[in-house]
Each structure stands twice: as structure tokens, then as C-alpha cells.
């Protein structure tokens, strides 16, 4: 099955810097690769996602980059904020796994004023 | 999205007690998955609930430990039965209401277990 490898697992910016975290993945036929963020006490809440057929993808301060070949995707925060400390989730979808979600360990951000 | 609710928020159980645990959402699923976050860890599907048919369990999480039901497009209760204190984690649903692979999450259920 999928296994997916997150790093760091903490990460410590000062306001205003930018931050990456980075994902590989073991399976070459995922194809589905979403970003969770975990505030303490919350749900996961999906705040960006890339497909295999797409090499980058932004949404305001954050975007994630997709790398086939090496089987690896990472999410880049800049101009970070207080509010973006919290746990980042990486996952993966294969096709043949049924649509479940494999998930990273988890990146603990804190941004520091 | 969908607007996904879960029952209990939070339990304290004894050891030896079940618990079942019900998902709520607020418009036609094919799939509701069932996941299991131990504290501080990462999130590990138990199992993926279809309508009318068995739930399919992940390896590690059987059914008599964990049955599943549902009985309706918009509802499944997961069941963690014969409780031991290894069992304390939140436990958490999840659809893809758009069967685009975008999963959202219900707000989960903290379950300690004495």
C-alpha cells in the first residue's frame, strides 16, 4: 500500500517568513495529494490540494509544488502569520486503494512574532 | 464541503464498555470513513462505510472490535467495543461529498477510556 514520509516534524518561523514543508510518497500511481491543517482541539480542515496532472497550485499565501518523478510534494506558506500555527497533514490518494487517504506524521508550525 | 456532525463530542468510558459513535451529514454520501487519531499522532483509517453493503476494514482494525453501520446515505456509527485504555483517541469521520477524492472531516469524538 501507499506510504507517505512528512518532514519536518516541527517547524519553528518568525512572522513573516516563509515556510515548506515537504511529503514523498512510496506508490508512482497516486494521484491525489491534499494539504490538512489541525488547530489544537479541531478537525482537519482541507486547505489545498493538487492532482497528479498538475506541477504546482497556489491559493493566496500558501501553494503546493508536485514532483513525479521523485514522488514527492510540498506545501509552501509565506508571509506567515500567528494564525497559521497549527499541525500540517500531508496525504495521498492511490487509485487503487479505494479512495482512502494515507497521511504524513504530521509538521507541528509554530510562528513565532 | 458538507456539514458533518458526530455523537458524542467527548466520553470517558470504563474498560470493558462499548461506545458507539454516530456520524451525521447533511446530504447524500457514497462513502463515510471511519479514522482513528491517537494523541499527538497522525490520522489511520479504521475503515471505509458503503450503504448496503459490509464495511472494508484496513489492515489492523477488525470488525468485532469495531463494527459499522449504515443504514442510510447520510448516517454511519462506528462501535469500539470491549474498551481498553489503548482505545483513548479521537475518533473521526470523513466524507467526499463530491466524489472528487476532497475529503472533509466531521468534528470527532475524544474518547478516553479508564
Known amino acids: 500500500g501507499e506510504n507517505v514520509e512528512q518532514h519536518p516534524s516541527t517547524l519553528s518561523v518568525q512572522e513573516g517568513d516563509s515556510a515548506v514543508i515537504k511529503c514523498t510518497y512510496s506508490d508512482s500511481a497516486s494521484n491525489y495529494f491534499p494539504w490538512y491543517k489541525q488547530e489544537l482541539g479541531k478537525r482537519p480542515q482541507l486547505i489545498i490540494d493538487?492532482?497528479?496532472?498538475?506541477g504546482e497550485k497556489k491559493d493566496q499565501r500558501i501553494a503546493v509544488t508536485l514532483n513525479k518523478t521523485a514522488k514527492h510534494f510540498s506545501l509552501h506558506i509565506t508571509e506567515t502569520q500567528p494564525e497559521d500555527s497549527a499541525v500540517y497533514f500531508c496525504?495521498?490518494?492511490?487509485?487503487?486503494?479505494?479512495?482512502?487517504?494515507?497521511f504524513g506524521t504530521g509538521t507541528q508550525l509554530k510562528v513565532e512574532l | 464541503s458538507a456539514v458533518i456532525s458526530q455523537k458524542p463530542s467527548r466520553d470517558i468510558c470504563q474498560r470493558g464498555t462499548s461506545l458507539t459513535i454516530q456520524c451525521q451529514v447533511d446530504s447524500q454520501v457514497t462513502m463515510m470513513f471511519w479514522y482513528r487519531q491517537q494523541p499527538g499522532q497522525s490520522l489511520t483509517l479504521i475503515a471505509t462505510a458503503n450503504q448496503g453493503s459490509e464495511a472494508t476494514y484496513e489492515s489492523g482494525f477488525v470488525i468485532d472490535k469495531f463494527p459499522i453501520s449504515r443504514p442510510n446515505l447520510t448516517f454511519s456509527t462506528l462501535t469500539v467495543s470491549n474498551m481498553s485504555p489503548e482505545d483513548s483517541s479521537i475518533y473521526l469521520c470523513?466524507?467526499?461529498?463530491?466524489?472528487?477524492?476532497?475529503?472533509?472531516f466531521g468534528p470527532g469524538t475524544r474518547l478516553t477510556v479508564l
Open positions: 470523513s466524507v467526499d461529498p463530491t466524489h472528487s477524492n476532497e475529503q472533509f
Open positions: 496525504a495521498a490518494i492511490s487509485p487503487g486503494g479505494g479512495n482512502k487517504l494515507t
Open positions: 493538487i492532482r497528479s496532472n498538475v
